[in-house]
């Protein structure tokens, strides 16, 4: 050994001081129990008014159907476009919210946490700006995803799973970390997101206490140079420190409970998106025979064949397996204190494959054959599906004791206006959605005045296009400007933009309460 | 004597008054040297307006933090160490390629390699050889400008230097940096030979203090007869140091 007892026994005792020093990173409470961010981005327009944007919030607005499958109102599209479920609170929202699933907790749990944001103007049409836009209200500005980041000392300040053009940008240079795309069930993103920590650590000092208790001596030395030299970087030997920590307590507890997670949301997403026919009251409870031709029931690009049901689309038995891989990587990553900040995608219908008349068939991810029924039943299936992952995670965030600092934002690039006929429904930059799910929020709440009647032929009806009203003295629509200062005031990260409003206050009691309580049909 | 003339003698004596104590003053060189290179209880270091009739309570307070080496850099001192033209792709894999942890977006022109020389003497054309040295993809054009350190950045950078003193043609040339005898005789481990592993790492910067010294001595059991694994340990410790990665 190349040093006496005395010494050994001294570097031993030294060695056990620095790792107390250093134990447990994730279990750092700042880092466990600081501010975590979930921003789910669905790609294209999913047609919001099935999900999160409350048609009739307080249930009595006006209210014009317009072109929300008025063939087909009688027997189906009435009941997936009213708000006719009713939150603890009373705020009325889409009917999907009452579709709850054995074995999660009842979507009402999450709605006791939930601030709906409609009506806000995205501005522009475009499918890849107004996706940036979720995040970086100011194209090429801060993200709020970066200003959460920022006020972390997580090991990983964010993971980007959406992995499309990442739009995470950090006032303080942090570093975002992308997992590769594609994520799926033949993937494990924790242990790619890991692997910083998992692939080092095997030379021959790390298992011997002397050894490494010299090199931190030597370190120390250094670090002193440094400060005398008036070059040291604040963090710099924090963040070697933590690094390896997670090195050598090795981090093979996050990546090992990966499959049990993994299944954990397959089993949700898929009973979610296969119900037993009949069993949702109200929601396609009888059975809809198909016309091969009829537009009614067109589904993507391609007319459907003759089919007894239209139910029996789903035959086969959807899957969204990339879904429960983001989810489950959100969960384990963010509740163990790893990450701060987790950009994600959800799939929608993206890729879902449907067997009309036995013959299987993908669904594309743009919806512009909103307003038919079969559409509206996939879509809300598929919403069912998020609602479920999300109160899935919300369950976990509360048994791990983070909940009541995590904020969930969904986005998508615009909401989607409706057609009778299901010939295309278009674009709704104008008619966009937030919502935002967190334990800081006391109770259902909805802000955002919309139009009754945009008075467009093509597209009438109440779909959420952005009214003004008045907000702190300005009499206008909302803007992504507003949600990313509600969200930053919520987190207490450094504001990214210059203007617009947070739209939500103190409570006095720990809670955020919405401080505009306007949401009407104008 | 005319206005103008007055003017002319009289401007370079406002000058000299008012610029000079901004000019060179070899005491005051000194005096900076020795507070930056000396430790606790040396002259702090001082603003030229502190000079004369600016008192303690006026003094701006001001705060600076050193950028943090983008991978270039990280780069090229990692190779110039160790790389003995064969282990390129260990800081390429951990460094290069890591855009978003060790910063600054992929330049296209990274991407280009020249190729020999011709019969002739003159360079042949410039190929492209896509993703190479930097994958030109949206990821890496986002990376940041100026980089930070990060828990995962000090962990890649921990692998890295793992990798490389346990790779042995690239551990060999870095001993041979210190010793031109090795690794047939390994160089003993005297301060000289410390210091100049040091300055490997942390080039054109004066020497450590001697706390530095005899905390690495403590890595060798015998200065004079050093086994490989504790010049290992010597150099893993300069590497993962970081504030070599300071500019």
Known sequence: MMMGLPINVLMAALESIINQAHAGVLDNPSNKYGVKLVQIIMPGGPPRWMFDLPLTP???????????????????????????????????????????LAGVSPFQSLLDNALFLRGVDGEIDNHDLNRV???????????????????????????????????????????VSFVDSGVNGNTNPVSRAMQPFTQGGKVFYRAQPGWNAAIEQALDQLDLYAKNLNSAKSGLRENYAAADSLIKEGVTALTDRWTGVYNKYLG?????????????????????????????????????????????????????????????????????????????????????????????????????????AAMSLVMNLAYRSLIASMTTFMDASKAAGTWNKTIIQT?????????????????????????????????????????????????????????????????????????????????????IVTNGVSLMKPDGTGGWVPKLKVANNV | MSKSKYTLLILPAVTILCFQNCSMHADNEKTMENSVFTYPGAQQPHEDREHGVVGEQAKRKTTSQALVADRAYVDSALAEIFNNGNDLNIINN?????????????????????????????ENETRFDSGTRCAVDTQSLNAPINPDSQVTREAYLSFTCESLIENTAAMDNGLRRIASTAPAVLPPATDANILKLFSLFYRYKPAPQAGFFQAMRVLFANSNTPTRDEWKAAFYTLCVSGHWQLN
């Open chain 2, 94 to 122: 951990s460094v290069v390629n890591n855009v978003s942890a060790f910063g600054t977006p992929c330049s296209l022109y990274m991407d280009y390699a020249t190729s020999a020389r011709n019969a002739n003497g003159q």
């Open chain 1, 411 to 495: 986005g998508s690039e615009f909401n989607r206006n409706p057609r009778t006929d299901a010939s295309g429904a278009d674009h709704a930059p104008n008619a966009s959605t937030v919502s935002i799910y967190s334990g800081m929020i006391n109770g259902a709440a909805c802000v955002g005045n919309v139009v009754t009647d945009p008075g467009n032929n093509n597209y009438r009806g109440t779909y959420g296009v952005s009214a003004n009203f008045q907000i702190e003295g300005e009499n206008r629509k909302l803007r992504f400007n507003d949600v990313a200062r509600t969200i930053t005031a919520m987190a207490g990260s450094p504001d």
């Open chain 1, 58 to 100: 307080n249930g009595n607005d006006q209210f014009m159907a317009g072109s929300f499958g008025n063939a087909l109102q009688a027997d189906t599209t009435t009941n997936v476009v009213h708000s006719s479920f009713k939150s603890r609170n009373g705020l009325h929202v889409p009917p999907v919210w009452g579709m709850n």
């Open chain 1, 268 to 372: 949700v997403i898929d009973a979610a998106l296969n119900p037993t026919k009949g069993s949702l009251p109200g929601f396609f409870d009888k059975v809809i025979p198909v016309t091969a031709g009829d537009n009614r029931f067109r589904l993507s690009d391609t007319a459907m064949p003759n089919m007894t049901d239209l139910r029996d689309l789903t035959s086969r038995g959807l899957q969204r397996r990339g879904d429960a891989a983001t989810f489950a990587a959100a969960e384990i990553l963010l509740t163990s204190g790893a990450v701060s900040t987790v950009i994600m995608g959800w799939g929608g219908t993206n890729n879902i494959a449907l067997s009309p008349g036995g013959n299987t068939m993908g669904l594309g991810h743009d919806q512009h054959t909103t307003g038919s």
């Open chain 1, 133 to 175: 836009r979720a995040d970086q209200p100011v194209l090429g500005g801060q993200s709020i995803s970066g200003s959460i980041a920022d006020i972390s000392s997580n090991p990983i300040a964010a993971i980007d799973m959406l992995n499309r053009n990442s739009t995470f940008i950090s006032k303080n240079n942090k570093a």
